[in-house]
């Protein structure tokens, strides 16, 4: 594991276990490594409830369980898409904190013109917020791992600003 963004993952952690707070997470393009990353910090049952990968509109039907009519005027790797993730993981797990992130990994943009390092995170919590990445690489795997990075460094951010 990147220990770089194991440490993030053990800061976000951290933050959350003082504060008595919980988490779920809804992600697309890092491909459940923000997960993977936070359940790899001892004591993650006491902050993570759970997550999934919500990589097509069918899984984000399925497993989050958002109706058409939530989606209209929306697309995916967009704020609002990235938000509304965040708050529907958030409530349908009920927690304190919903994180999201949607986008293109690469190696060519998504269908909706986005290019290949394209991101944006959601959180829904005591704080809301969304923020939108370009990296400029279409290397998937590297835009994985930036995804991943950005996205606790976000939550972070959120964690502290709550205090």
């Known amino acids: 594991m990147d220990k770089e963004i194991l440490r993030l993952a053990e800061r976000a952690a951290n933050l959350l276990k003082e504060s008595n707070q919980t988490i779920g997470i809804a992600e697309s393009s890092s491909g459940g490594l923000i997960s993977a990353y936070l359940l790899a910090i001892p004591g993650a049952s006491k902050y993570f409830i759970g997550g999934s990968v919500i990589y097509t509109r069918v899984a984000q039907k399925g497993l989050l369980k958002v109706k058409d009519e939530q989606m209209e005027g929306l697309r995916a790797s967009t704020e609002e898409y990235a938000s509304l993730n965040a708050k529907t993981i958030k409530e349908t797990l009920e927690t304190t904190w919903g994180l999201s992130?949607?986008?293109?990994?690469?190696?060519?943009?998504?269908?909706y013109g986005d290019a290949a390092g394209h991101s944006c995170i959601g959180i829904s919590g005591p704080i809301s917020r969304a923020i939108t990445i370009e990296t400029g690489a279409d290397q998937r795997q590297q835009n994985m791992i930036s995804f991943t990075k950005e996205a606790l460094e976000f939550l972070i951010n959120c964690l502290e600003d709550s205090r």
Request: glycine share 28%.
């Open 101 to 111: 992130e949607t986008g293109a990994t690469g190696p060519a943009g998504n269908r």
